[in-house]
């Protein structure tokens, strides 16, 4: 396929000659790997020219002609244009960043990463300094805390702007009112926030001793010696106990189990809750006692340091022994930090430490999060400051620059400086808080912790939501469902059957033997006159179980009862193996399952080693396998097998398990597997199919000859040995059929399915298996069941991924499943080709995912797509991804607390997920976007006020309201009214998560917009107006008492103006007008000093007879109406002729 391709025909001299060269090289090799070459190495030769050939941006240029491969895609070009818009906007914060990034690169030079040797017990010999090995997840220390969280708060313009403008007050010429009035606000905004931020601070600094403060046994030469996790070095042995945490990178020397592996948990690095089995040195697991380890000179050599936690290279060397020992190290005898021990005792010699272990790497700083509401009101605050500006030159234009015109201008802009209200960031954060409890509060969602109290509107604004699989989605609990013997298939309720015809087969074969003497003879003939025309459907059954509880990887573990755990474990293997205390580790949970399974029909795994394996009958019989060869399954592949001698009869038998596409060609003809797996499948069923080849002694030594000269190959071991391997599968005897069922979390069905009506794209991240991962995307619904899905084929260079993207974009409306490895080198040569593609999709699937790679889409789908993205996860290893994501939600599982303590919401089970976005983030969000313009209007209306006040005195520069009148009017007079819109909603919760289409609304951001905004904008220059203009024709008989008639006026418009804009009454919201007002009117007996115009000028207070009269009111309330009456009028009658979706469901 990759010949199609048209190239550019540019080759360098140097190139063909290098080419050249490789062909003669390869083809003296031999007439096979000649071949091999010229298909590989064309390939590259392709790949290193795919620069200038971009991939077809549409269906039909993949007909076209070659010419359509030399056209840039039109995205790509936008993507590049920079002129003059892209300076302005964008280039003045890149140049800064640039900059600021390269002054912190001379500051703080990054050590380059480097391969190590280290030396057993000795880091004293370590050539180079390593980094301490403790954690911190602090934001800032005792210097930067303060520096830090002010620079938080004043890089938003609100804050800064209203810093000038208090500093301002401290200059006499300037000064137009009490300092107060400024400061108590900025002042209150600031001890609030700093409080918030220790206090989530030292939280953060406890977490951290605790972990650092944990205590390990170090081996010296002169004994065990106790140290802190934060003391250990590279070089240093550690001995690890059961559950204990594993403190830093190790490579695996000891173990206190005989067979010389143990089981690790790792769900904290990859998210699975399978353990993994690890093996240890074979040279230093054979010393005789542990202190021999201090009277050998040996050294690992380790790659540097990496972020893939699913590989490692090094190499175990020991110089003392005539030869000296050479030894090849892999990830299975790793030992990763963050991972716990599961059985026995480890010692291991570190070879990293803190930042430079895989689990640091894997995870990304926390980010300080800014709601896109937050950054919205910053716009406007912007838009505001303009504003303001521009009304300050107009009022000095018209005053004609008189004397000192820029004193005059400043004092103009703390004039009208209300235009930008303080109190807005006060509202908002307190806002916040409310939003917050009430979401703790919710008795539909128990559990749920808020612990970022900065963006709930954020979950009212997603359009992404990524989810992990393990523990998120599912439960991780495998149940076996259903056996298929091709003409009789057993369900849950006829398991009883299998079990009787288990116990028959087994106890007509234990009388056999019992019957003769000649011990392993009779058995074999029972075998040999076993393939009949049509076999029992007894021996069927027996055959199919005893090759599932043959053919995995699965080790029973005996818990120890007493005291000593070593004792206790040696001497299990002599005793019967009790029930009671038997678990079974494997990694994979559906090998557990089948494993019980078997258990519970009566044919069970007793006990497994390296080498052998024993079972135990119903009737109590104990029978050993020989294990010769174990194959175990990789994602190529999609099987597993295990070539097993019965020691009773020395019968070899081939056992094989796998997946459908793998095995239907392997197994001899029927004409019922491929139908079933589809029924399976159809069920949410994992399904296996198992199959077996009984072998000759020659068959076996002769596959057993070909299979080791095939390892020790230096040339395309991994190809070789697979040829040899696919030698024995041919023509296997098909046997069974298995369904199991990887059991969902509660409700995650329906959960999804209103994430995707609310228009929410929901794409899994796994660390798991990318069959188990399709699994569970179909089972759970994420993918439904009339969608065509679209497995991305494994790719390795540039070349492949140019293909297989190109494949894809022929596609419509699929579901996308990718692996990790793939999925890299898509982003690594076509980043925005792949988003672009992926982004389309309705669902997409990213399996064998490493922790980085989680943040990295993430990230990714911000910067391509601009829209928010909320991370779901349950492990260690979905940390990156919570805290790269616009929202973050930690679910509390079996995974541990890391996710939740990292996340910004907490919740108990993934069901919550949709009241916690479809009620409560979209409340938080409109309630906010309420709020913030109202608050606005708040101020803007108070400005337009003196704007006119100050035209009609000849553009003086002095304020209508003075002192209190100011903080009073942000403050008692209407922050109670205006606050009480946090408890406004248009629809019933209920009705919210009924109709998941309402919050789809929300994603277009209608709710607070330029739009919005100048609406708000020109109801407060039009109510402004009125009031002021309203007051001086009014009362112009009375002129003296202005400031009283329109302040009166006011605050009753704004109690009015809220009952206007809210939807749904509370009688919090009624009490708060009516307390507001109550708390005015008790005012105007002690602040009459306030009420005169320019107190200083005109010397008027307020006269107690005039506010008494009925012309007082009637006017007051005449100017009132004459502002509200028209809004209210335009409200009903949009509602009536354009309402509101939530109208539509309300009425």
């Known amino acids: 396929m990759a010949d199609q391709i048209p190239l550019y025909p540019v080759r360098s001299v140097a190139a063909a000659a290098a080419n050249r060269k490789r062909a003669a090289y390869y083809s003296a090799a031999g007439p096979g790997s000649g071949a091999d070459w010229h298909s590989r190495y064309q390939l590259e030769d392709e790949s290193a020219h795919l620069d200038e050939m971009p991939l077809m941006m549409s269906e039909e240029g993949f007909e076209n002609e070659e010419s359509d491969y030399h056209t840039l895609p039109r995205a790509r070009i936008t993507q590049r244009k920079r002129g003059l818009e892209w300076f302005v906007c964008d280039g003045w914060k890149f140049l800064c960043t640039s900059c600021c990034d390269w002054l912190l690169n001379i500051c703080q030079r990054k050590k380059e990463l480097k391969a190590r040797t280290v030396w057993l017990g000795c880091p004293e010999k370590c050539e180079e300094k390593h980094p301490k090995n403790s954690i911190k997840n602090q934001k800032y220390n005792v210097f930067t805390f303060i520096p830090g969280v002010l620079y938080e708060q004043f890089k938003f313009f609100l804050n800064l702007y209203f810093l000038i403008i208090s500093c301002s007050q401290f200059v006499p010429a300037l000064k137009i009112g009490y300092l107060y009035t400024y400061w108590a606000p900025l002042g209150f905004v600031l001890a609030v926030t700093m409080m918030r931020e220790a206090i989530d601070e030292f939280r953060r600094f406890q977490r951290d001793k605790e972990v650092n403060s944990q205590l390990y046994s170090k081996l010296t030469v002169r004994g065990k010696v106790q140290v802190k996790s934060s003391d250990i070095q590279v070089g240093d042995l550690i001995i690890v106990e059961k559950n204990q945490r594993i403190p830093s990178d190790m490579v695996f020397l000891r173990t206190s189990e005989k067979a010389g592996s143990c089981f690790i948990r790792t769900d904290q690095l990859d998210g699975e ?139 103009f802009l703390l004039l009208f400086s209300y235009i930008i209200p303080i109190s807005l960031r006060v509202n908002l954060d307190m806002g916040k808080a409310v939003y917050g409890w009430m979401m703790m509060k919710d008795e539909n969602i128990p559990g749920t912790v808020v612990r970022t109290s900065t963006i709930p509107e954020e979950l009212g604004r997603l359009v992404y939501l990524l989810t992990d699989k393990t523990g998120t989605l599912t439960q991780n609990e495998m149940v076996f469902k259903r056996l298929h013997l091709g003409t009789v298939s057993y369900g849950a309720d006829t398991m009883d059957e299998i079990q009787s015809h288990v116990r028959d087969s087994y106890s007509q074969m234990h009388s056999q033997a019992d019957g003769n003497n000649a011990g392993s003879t009779p058995p074999r003939k029972v075998q040999s006159s076993a393939p009949r025309v049509r076999k029992s459907v007894s021996s069927r059954i027996h055959e199919a179980v005893k090759a599932i509880v043959l053919c995995h990887n699965v080790t029973p573990v005996y818990e120890s009862r007493a005291g000593v755990s070593g004792e206790t474990e040696f001497a299990e293997a002599d005793q019967d193996f009790s029930d009671e205390n038997r678990t079974y580790q494997a990694s994979s949970p559906d090998e557990v399952a089948l494993v019980q399974w078997t258990e519970s029909v009566g044919l069970t795994l007793v006990s497994r080693d390296l080498t052998s394996m024993q079972l135990k009958t119903p009737g109590g019989q104990v029978l050993s396998f020989c294990i010769l060869q174990l194959f175990p399954f990789t994602s190529e592949s999609k099987r597993m097998g295990i070539i097993v001698r019965d020691e009773s009869t020395a019968e070899i038998t081939f056992y094989m398990k796998g997946a459908d596409v793998a095995m239907s060609t392997i197994v001899q003809y029927n004409d019922w597997l491929e139908e079933e797996c589809g029924n399976m499948a159809r069920e949410g069923l994992r399904t296996l199919v198992v199959a077996k080849k009984s072998l000759t002694e020659e068959q076996y030594q002769d596959f057993e000859n070909r299979y080791t000269q095939a390892k020790l190959s230096m040339h395309d071991r991994t190809l070789k040995v697979a040829a040899v391997v696919e030698s024995l599968e041919r023509e296997m005897e098909l046997l069974c059929l298995t369904g199991v069922e990887d059991q969902l979390q509660a409700d995650v069905r329906p959960t999804l399915e209103m994430l995707r009506n609310a228009g929410i794209k929901v794409w899994m991240l796994t660390g798991d298996k990318l069959e188990t991962a399709t699994c569970v995307a179909q089972s759970s619904r994420l993918v439904p069941r009339t969608q065509d899905t679209h497995i991305f084929r494994r790719v390795t260079s540039r070349g492949e991924a140019h293909l297989e993207l190109n494949a894809f974009r022929r596609k419509h409306d699929c579901a996308l499943v990718i692996s990790g490895d793939s999925l890299e080198v898509c982003l690594k040569y076509y980043e925005h080709e792949f988003m672009e593609l992926a982004c389309q999709c309705p669902a997409v699937v990213c399996c064998r995912c490493s922790p980085t790679q989680k943040a990295c889409i993430v990230t990714l789908l911000q910067q391509h797509t601009g829209r928010r993205t909320c991370a779901v996860g349950d492990g260690g290893n979905d940390v990156s991804m919570i805290q790269a994501a616009d929202c973050g939600i930690g679910i509390e599982g079996k995974e541990g607390r890391q996710a939740s303590l990292a996340a910004d919401f907490s919740i108990t089970q993934f069901r919550h997920v949709g009241r916690l976005l479809m009620v409560h983030g979209r409340n938080s969000y409109k309630r906010s976007a309420a709020l913030g313009q109202f608050v606005m209007h708040r101020g803007l209306i108070i400005s337009t006020m003196q704007a006119v006040f100050s035209s009609v005195f000849y553009f003086a520069s002095v304020p209508l309201y003075q002192g209190f009148l100011m903080v009073g009017y942000a403050t008692i007079y209407t922050m109670f009214p205006v606050f009480s819109l946090v408890l406004d909603q248009d629809v019933k919760p209920e009705m919210a998560m009924l109709y998941p289409e309402l919050y789809k609304d929300l994603t277009k951001g209608r709710c607070l917009s330029f739009k919005t905004f100048l609406i708000w904008v020109l109801i407060s220059i039009y109510q402004g107006a009125i009031l002021m203009y309203g007051a001086l024709v009014l009362f112009e008989s009375e002129f003296v008492h202005v400031v009283a008639i329109s302040f009166t006026a006011l605050v009753l418009t704004e109690l009015l103006m809220v009952a206007l804009t809210i939807r749904t009454w509370h009688w919090l919201m009624v009490v708060a007008e009516f307390l507001s007002l109550g708390c005015y009117v008790s005012s105007l007996t002690f602040l009459n000093e306030y009420f005169g115009i320019g107190r200083v000028s005109f010397g008027a207070f307020l006269d107690f007879t005039f506010i008494t009269t009925v012309t007082f009111l009637w006017k007051v309330s005449a100017v009132t109406v004459v502002s509200c009456l028209p809004l209210y009028v335009l409200k009903y009658l949009r509602r009536k002729l354009s309402p509101p979706s939530y109208c539509k469901l309300t009425s």
């Open 273 to 411: 809750t399978d353990w993994k089995l690890k093996v240890a040195v074979s040279c230093t697991q054979r010393l005789p006692a542990l202190g021999d380890l201090f009277s050998i000179s040996a050294y690992v050599y380790a790659q540097k340091p990496q972020l893939d936690i699913h590989s490692f290279e090094g190499t175990f060397t020991r110089e003392d022994s005539d030869p000296p020992v050479h030894e090849s190290l892999s990830i299975e005898n790793t030992l990763w930090a963050s991972t716990v021990v599961a059985s026995g005792t480890v010692i291991g010699v570190v070879i990293y430490t803190g930042k430079e272990t895989r689990s640091v790497m894997n995870t990304s700083n926390p980010k300080n999060k800014v709601g896109l509401l937050d950054l919205e009101l910053n716009q406007l605050t912007k838009a505001l400051f303009v504003a303001l500006v521009a009304l300050s030159v107009v009022m000095v234009t018209l005053q004609g620059f008189v004397g000192p015109w820029y004193r005059n201008l400043f004092r």
